[in-house]
């Protein structure tokens, strides 16, 4: 469908104005990390380089130095880049813990001659990081003759297999020769277009995600036996747990100790685990992708991965678990701990409130006894105010009979008994009627 009549911005002029500030990346993100397109035969040669972030910015600026001021050249935030280098084909493709440098020669020749790479050498002297990996890769149109397999590769360790529905046929070693290089040798068996780019890209990715995804076995090797000391220890601590004359305090001290050493295992080792089995599992999707069929008398490339890489594989996800299992039994010491702890302290808050109310009841049986000898006090002294009162009476002429002497005894006790008690009363505050609350 055509329309007339339009502007240069078509029919939609603010649709690129109205785009999401993650738009183009994301579409350019789609067409990226692809090799150069290759046509049989061609040579290439890959390295592989294990980079920090710093490392990974210093690639940018080395790169524009050997690619010169005046050609095309990445820009730092770039992860894929691709050009030509004199008569080769180059691409550069940074990865989160990896850049590869790929260099690609057209045209026939000897299999795995370095020669057609002779003025990119010098480049490896300057490129910054480690190299993980490195690759001769040589793609032929007629069959290698069995000298030829024999020369390049070892016999006991060949490994053929047909791949994409048998329109590429790869032999390898696996093997890292004397010139520093790993090959591999594929035939292009009716492969066209960009399928042989595709293919080789595929085996490369899944060369590379191999190599970084075994990166966690030394680690969980290495870790293991610190794993198994952390264990018996947690062992100990928790016996001494269940031991009624342990001293909590120090128990707590070593099951820190232990808590916080564990904390430095799993914070070291935790992102190299988790990269191994997201790699591995990359690893596993070309694998499928590469359609392998095994050539009947060599091992075949999926088998070759599968040997090698699930046993590193399950031995990471092995010592994962075991950290997890740690950490979830520290935790469970700790919650044991944490409880007898509770219960010799509600214990002693027990034994420490039914002692105060011994003390309550002693005091109020001593507030009673002397509310009592008050009685008898203040009922003394009153009866010496009504003796010498009776005196002075008597000194005037007055006489009183002795009934009146016995009937104020008894009357001066009473008054002075319930006198003190009108008194607790008033002092007593009145109990709260119900919903409200008394007045503080």
């Known amino acids: 469908m055509t329309y007339d009549n339009q502007t240069d911005a078509g029919p939609f002029p603010n649709l690129l104005a109205r785009s999401h500030a993650l738009r183009a990346s994301l579409s350019r993100e789609m ?25 990974a910015r210093a690639s940018v600026a080395a790169l524009r130095t050997l690619l010169g001021p005046d050609g095309p050249s990445p820009d730092a935030g770039d992860r894929f880049f691709a050009s030509r280098v004199g008569a080769l084909g180059f691409s550069w493709e940074r990865h989160s813990e990896f850049i590869t440098y790929s260099f690609i020669a057209d045209g026939y020749g000897e299999a795995f ?19 993980i990996r490195s690759t001769q890769i040589a793609l032929i149109r007629q069959e290698p003759t069995s000298a030829m397999i024999a020369s390049h590769f070892a016999p006991d360790d060949l490994i053929i297999s047909d791949l994409a529905q048998g329109r590429a046929r790869v032999w390898s070693d696996f093997r890292l020769h004397d010139n520093g290089f790993g090959r591999l040798l594929i035939q292009d068996r009716g492969m066209e277009g960009a399928e042989p780019a595709l293919l080789v890209q595929r085996m490369q990715e899944l060369g590379n995600y191999r190599k970084i995804a ?56 935790r992102y190299r685990m988790s990269a191994t089995h997201a790699y591995a599992e990359l690893c596993f999707d070309r694998i499928r992708r590469l359609e392998v069929a095994p050539v009947r008398g060599y091992r075949s490339l999926d088998d070759f991965n599968e040997r ?28 044991m701990l944490r409880t007898r702890v509770d219960t010799a302290l509600a214990r002693r808050n027990r034994d420490l409130l039914a002692s105060m109310d011994r003390r309550t009841g002693l005091q109020l049986r001593l507030q009673h006894t002397v509310e009592g000898l008050s009685v008898v006090a203040i009922s003394y002294y009153a009866l010496g105010l009504w003796h010498h009162l009776k005196e002075a009476l008597e000194h005037q002429g007055a006489h009183l009979p002795g009934w009146i002497d016995l009937a104020v005894i008894p009357v001066t006790i009473a008054a ?24 503080h």
Do not use: N, Y
């Open 214 to 269: 075994l990166l966690g076995l030394p680690e969980a090797q290495q870790a293991t036996p610190l794993l198994a000391t952390l264990e018996s220890r947690l062992t100990d601590v928790t016996t001494q747990v269940a031991e009624a004359s342990a001293d909590a305090d120090a128990v707590l001290e070593h099951l820190s100790a232990l808590s916080a050493e564990l904390a430095q295992i799993i914070a070291r080792t």
């Open 31 to 55: 067409h990226v990390r692809k090799m150069p397109r290759l046509d049989t035969p061609a040579r290439a040669v890959q390295f592989m380089m294990i980079v920090d972030e710093d490392q």
């Open 416 to 439: 002075v008994f319930l006198g003190l008690r009108q008194i607790r009363k008033v002092k007593r505050p009145p109990p709260p009627r119900g919903g409200e609350t008394p007045d």
């Open 308 to 335: 090698r890489l699930l046993p590193a594989m399950r031995t990471c996800d092995a010592f994962s678990r075991r950290l997890e299992d740690l950490s979830q039994r520290i935790a469970w010491t700790s919650a």
């Open 113 to 131: 001659d370095l020669a057609p790479f002779e003025p990119v050498s010098h480049w490896i002297d300057q490129l910054p990081g480690q190299i």
